[in-house]
């Protein structure tokens, strides 16, 4: 399609909200490298008719190195008319610039769009925008996204990109040292093949060692020419310290500040900023852990926890069980007469009784407040530098610091957090990351649930967390020791602290707990019409008989194996399933942290068992499925015995 | 005028790149596309719990590891 928009750069600079504001989409936008791993699409309104839009994950250069850079660039490869807007951070030109001059080497249609015009303002940079355009030969605009600045003249620029009214004859031409045009040459001359990218390009990322793209190389050409391109990168690699794709980062680099010498202009430099005197304290670990702790404290115990999950959920479900219910049987008695046929909605497990009610009363507040605290901390740029502060911690786990960004997102939703594992650098990272979100990260519904259903007892919370703290780490621990694979490097950009700004937040929040009530609410349905028609036909009584032996070999009551059957569905509606329990006093301490231990260990929900199976294969998805259902059980029995011979 | 490994350095110094001593060519790449590339300044900030970086308006956390391969020249 000729008519398209992709949006491309690097990660952190504006794409998803220039996206959002071309779009009048929402694509999330957070603070930190990595927010985006997928490709999002919509359409803007132009002059011209509707377009579309492609949103894509951040992507350092044409040389992809992690999966997320690896979407983009498939997108890129498949995608090659339509015109490119790269974005690209003010603050950091340089840095940037390389991908554009990338770009233009593979002849795409570039707009640049020069973001954060504010920030750089701010630290005295002033940039002489038309002088680079004339420079690089492509539009280029200046943009303030969070303020919709530059937003006509970006607009106006693309429409007459897309009609053809300005002419990409005259743009930058990439040139090498004499040593490395001729290893390109080399490489040119031996790929006969049809390729998404034009040769000279191509050879480039041959040259560089880009993995994908050799690979795509081998396949495509004859042994002969394979083997005459991996003498070429062999010799060419042999003559440089670094490699040879470190020399072609050096001279795409020299090249890209050659064409912004006297753009950039300092006009002072400023004082220091709260936000550095503020970022020195979150990175300093005398500081940060303190500050870190006052965070869990606040935010995910007494915002989450007890406000949201304790007393939101206890207003919404009085209001539930006092008025909605009664109210829905009546009408229920009044238009359908057979008995039967209305325990389907307001009997013991009915849609409305049940279904309803858990996903609204208890599952909606909870993960409403989650994802506004959770949003704070995104927006802030507190993951990057929480990264920084457990990276030694992570290590122990067989990951590095960036793993805390996937952990952390899994509680608000470990679906979610399933696909951020893509920032991973290696395989083995990714699997270990996922497995320890399967297994022992605790979804914001779950957490909610539980929090607040501990929360009288502060020694069962802290029980609890131990417990939960403690199979995370072993289980990293052990699979750090099992998989075979070198141990992780850890480097991460980290971005400024930056002010959230509450329309964000709240955008934020109000998309994840629409995504994850439009996700819950027919599965929620689901269960009920399921249990509904089970117990008409005796299944339902049948499998909780046979769930009966384990529930009361962990010490609990047999009216809890209910709970665990839901918990097959979703952890988060086995959580909600305990809330009743425990409301109706079935319950012992002993055995609120039993089960409370369990059921956070417990299965993962449909949806991330999903997305597990598309990004890691059905053979790992059942490993890691039988490893959980075992460790949740053996620890479940462990602390319920445990506790019984601590006298509990 | 020696080269020498970044965790050589003192926090608070500034000094300039020299380049990556490292066999890790996955590594190296991404480190450029970082923006680590020989002859600019580079600020050490901190180096606990992790090492933290200024190069440009760039910062850059670091595990020792990695800051061993990064190459420094006062
Ligand atoms: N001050 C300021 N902040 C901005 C501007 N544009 C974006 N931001 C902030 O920069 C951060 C990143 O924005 P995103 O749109 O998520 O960036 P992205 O390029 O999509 O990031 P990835 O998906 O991680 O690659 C957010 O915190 C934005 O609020 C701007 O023009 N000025
Ligand atoms: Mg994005």
């Given at each position: 399609m000729k008519n398209r928009i992709l949006i491309l750069g690097n990660p952190n600079v504006g794409k998803s909200i220039l996206f959002n504001r071309l779009t009048g989409l929402y694509a999330t936008v957070s603070n930190y490298p990595g927010t985006t791993v997928e490709i999002a699409a919509g359409q803007a309104r132009l002059p011209c008719g509707l377009v579309e839009v492609v949103d894509t994950p951040g992507l350092y250069s044409l040389h992809a190195i992690t999966e997320e850079e690896r979407v983009a660039r498939r997108y890129l490869m498949t995608a090659p008319d339509g015109v490119?807007?790269?974005?690209?951070?003010?603050?950091?030109?340089?840095?940037?610039?390389?991908?554009?001059?990338?770009?233009?080497?593979?002849?795409?249609?570039?707009?640049?769009?020069?973001?954060?015009?504010?920030e750089a303002a701010r630290e005295g940079l002033s940039l002489n925008l038309d002088v680079l355009s004339h420079r690089l030969g492509i539009p280029v605009v200046g943009t303030i996204a969070t303020r919709g600045e530059g937003l006509d003249r970006l607009k106006e620029i693309l429409f007459q990109v897309l009609l053809g009214q300005i002419s990409y004859q005259k743009t930058y031409e990439l040139r090498f040292s004499p040593e490395v045009q001729?290893?390109?040459?080399?490489?040119a001359t031996n790929l006969k093949a049809v390729y998404p990218l034009p040769p000279d390009c191509l050879s480039t990322l041959v040259l560089a060692g880009d993995e994908e793209i050799l690979e795509l190389v081998r396949q495509q050409e004859s042994i002969l020419r394979w083997r005459k391109i991996k003498a070429v990168i062999t010799a060419a690699n042999a003559r440089y310290p670094c490699g040879v794709g470190y020399q072609l980062a050096i001279e795409v680099h020299a090249q890209a500040e050659q064409i912004l010498k006297g753009i950039c202009l300092r006009l002072a430099s400023r004082t220091r900023h709260w936000q550095n005197r503020l970022s020195r304290f979150t990175t300093n670990p005398l500081t940060g852990l303190p500050i870190l702790l006052a965070v869990l404290y606040f935010g995910l115990y007494r915002f989450v926890g007890r406000f949201g999950a304790g007393v939101l959920v206890d207003q919404l479900?009085?209001?539930?069980?006092?008025?909605?219910?009664?109210?829905?049987?009546?009408l229920v008695a009044t238009i359908i007469p057979s008995p039967l046929w209305q325990s389907l909605f307001v009997g013991e497990y009915g849609i409305i009784s049940l279904g309803v009610r858990y996903a609204v009363a208890i599952i909606l507040p909870i993960v409403g407040c989650f994802s506004f605290f959770f949003s704070l901390l995104e927006d802030s740029g507190y993951l990057p530098r929480l990264a920084m502060l457990t990276d030694r911690l992570c290590k122990s786990?067989?990951?590095?610091?960036?793993?805390?960004?996937?952990?952390?997102?899994?509680?608000?939703c470990d679906t979610m957090a399933t696909l951020t594992t893509r920032i991973?650098?290696?395989?083995?990272?990714?699997?270990?990351?996922?497995?320890?979100l399967a297994l022992a990260v605790p979804c914001s519904a779950q957490l909610g649930v539980i929090l607040s259903l501990l929360s009288p007892y502060p020694g069962a919370v802290l029980l609890w967390g131990s417990v939960v703290l403690l199979v995370l780490l072993l289980a990293g621990h052990l699979l750090d020791r099992l998989l075979p694979g070198s141990p992780p490097l850890f480097f991460l950009e980290i971005p400024?602290?930056?002010?959230?700004?509450?329309?964000?937040?709240?955008v934020k929040t109000f998309s994840r707990m629409q995504w994850y009530f439009l996700e819950v609410l027919p599965i929620f349905i689901g269960v009920s019409v399921f249990i509904w028609a089970g117990r008409f036909f005796g299944l339902f009584q049948a499998l909780l008989?046979?769930?009966?032996?384990?529930?009361?070999?962990?010490?609990?009551?047999?009216?809890?194996?209910?709970?665990?059957l839901f918990g097959f569905f979703r952890r988060d509606y086995g959580a909600a399933g305990l809330y009743d329990l425990a409301a109706s006093g079935a319950l012992s301490v002993r055995n609120l942290v039993t089960a409370a231990t369990t059921l956070t260990l417990f299965l993962p929900c449909i949806a991330q068992f999903a997305v597990m199976w598309k990004e890691r294969g059905p053979v790992a998805s059942?490993?890691?499925?039988?490893?959980?259902?075992?460790?949740?059980?053996?620890?479940?029995?462990?602390?319920?015995?445990?506790l019984s011979l601590a006298g509990l | 005028m020696d080269q020498f490994p970044l965790t050589r350095l003192a926090p608070g110094t500034t000094a300039r790149i020299a380049g990556i001593r490292s066999t890790n060519g996955t590594l190296i790449n991404k480190l450029a596309a970082l923006g680590v590339l020989p002859g600019l300044p580079l600020t050490l900030i901190q180096t606990y719990p992790a090492y933290l970086v200024q190069i440009g308006q760039t910062e850059l956390a670091l595990d020792r590891e990695t800051a061993r391969c990064i190459e420094v020249i006062i």
């Amino acid at each position: 399609m000729k008519n398209r928009i992709l949006i491309l750069g690097n990660p952190n600079v504006g794409k998803s909200i220039l996206f959002n504001r071309l779009t009048g989409l929402y694509a999330t936008v957070s603070n930190y490298p990595g927010t985006t791993v997928e490709i999002a699409a919509g359409q803007a309104r132009l002059p011209c008719g509707l377009v579309e839009v492609v949103d894509t994950p951040g992507l350092y250069s044409l040389h992809a190195i992690t999966e997320e850079e690896r979407v983009a660039r498939r997108y890129l490869m498949t995608a090659p008319d339509g015109v490119i807007l790269q974005v690209a951070d003010a603050r950091n030109l340089s840095r940037m610039l390389p991908l554009t001059l990338q770009l233009l080497q593979a002849r795409f249609r570039v707009v640049l769009a020069v973001n954060m015009l504010d920030e750089a303002a701010r630290e005295g940079l002033s940039l002489n925008l038309d002088v680079l355009s004339h420079r690089l030969g492509i539009p280029v605009v200046g943009t303030i996204a969070t303020r919709g600045e530059g937003l006509d003249r970006l607009k106006e620029i693309l429409f007459q990109v897309l009609l053809g009214q300005i002419s990409y004859q005259k743009t930058y031409e990439l040139r090498f040292s004499p040593e490395v045009q001729a290893d390109l040459s080399a490489i040119a001359t031996n790929l006969k093949a049809v390729y998404p990218l034009p040769p000279d390009c191509l050879s480039t990322l041959v040259l560089a060692g880009d993995e994908e793209i050799l690979e795509l190389v081998r396949q495509q050409e004859s042994i002969l020419r394979w083997r005459k391109i991996k003498a070429v990168i062999t010799a060419a690699n042999a003559r440089y310290p670094c490699g040879v794709g470190y020399q072609l980062a050096i001279e795409v680099h020299a090249q890209a500040e050659q064409i912004l010498k006297g753009i950039c202009l300092r006009l002072a430099s400023r004082t220091r900023h709260w936000q550095n005197r503020l970022s020195r304290f979150t990175t300093n670990p005398l500081t940060g852990l303190p500050i870190l702790l006052a965070v869990l404290y606040f935010g995910l115990y007494r915002f989450v926890g007890r406000f949201g999950a304790g007393v939101l959920v206890d207003q919404l479900d009085i209001l539930f069980k006092n008025i909605l219910i009664p109210a829905g049987a009546n009408l229920v008695a009044t238009i359908i007469p057979s008995p039967l046929w209305q325990s389907l909605f307001v009997g013991e497990y009915g849609i409305i009784s049940l279904g309803v009610r858990y996903a609204v009363a208890i599952i909606l507040p909870i993960v409403g407040c989650f994802s506004f605290f959770f949003s704070l901390l995104e927006d802030s740029g507190y993951l990057p530098r929480l990264a920084m502060l457990t990276d030694r911690l992570c290590k122990s786990l067989g990951l590095n610091g960036r793993a805390i960004i996937p952990l952390t997102l899994g509680l608000g939703c470990d679906t979610m957090a399933t696909l951020t594992t893509r920032i991973l650098e290696t395989r083995r990272e990714r699997f270990i990351a996922t497995f320890l979100l399967a297994l022992a990260v605790p979804c914001s519904a779950q957490l909610g649930v539980i929090l607040s259903l501990l929360s009288p007892y502060p020694g069962a919370v802290l029980l609890w967390g131990s417990v939960v703290l403690l199979v995370l780490l072993l289980a990293g621990h052990l699979l750090d020791r099992l998989l075979p694979g070198s141990p992780p490097l850890f480097f991460l950009e980290i971005p400024p602290l930056r002010l959230p700004r509450l329309s964000n937040i709240l955008v934020k929040t109000f998309s994840r707990m629409q995504w994850y009530f439009l996700e819950v609410l027919p599965i929620f349905i689901g269960v009920s019409v399921f249990i509904w028609a089970g117990r008409f036909f005796g299944l339902f009584q049948a499998l909780l008989r046979l769930l009966e032996p384990a529930v009361k070999a962990l010490g609990l009551p047999p009216e809890a194996a209910v709970v665990f059957l839901f918990g097959f569905f979703r952890r988060d509606y086995g959580a909600a399933g305990l809330y009743d329990l425990a409301a109706s006093g079935a319950l012992s301490v002993r055995n609120l942290v039993t089960a409370a231990t369990t059921l956070t260990l417990f299965l993962p929900c449909i949806a991330q068992f999903a997305v597990m199976w598309k990004e890691r294969g059905p053979v790992a998805s059942l490993l890691i499925a039988g490893i959980i259902i075992l460790t949740a059980w053996a620890i479940g029995f462990a602390v319920n015995i445990l506790l019984s011979l601590a006298g509990l | 005028m020696d080269q020498f490994p970044l965790t050589r350095l003192a926090p608070g110094t500034t000094a300039r790149i020299a380049g990556i001593r490292s066999t890790n060519g996955t590594l190296i790449n991404k480190l450029a596309a970082l923006g680590v590339l020989p002859g600019l300044p580079l600020t050490l900030i901190q180096t606990y719990p992790a090492y933290l970086v200024q190069i440009g308006q760039t910062e850059l956390a670091l595990d020792r590891e990695t800051a061993r391969c990064i190459e420094v020249i006062i």
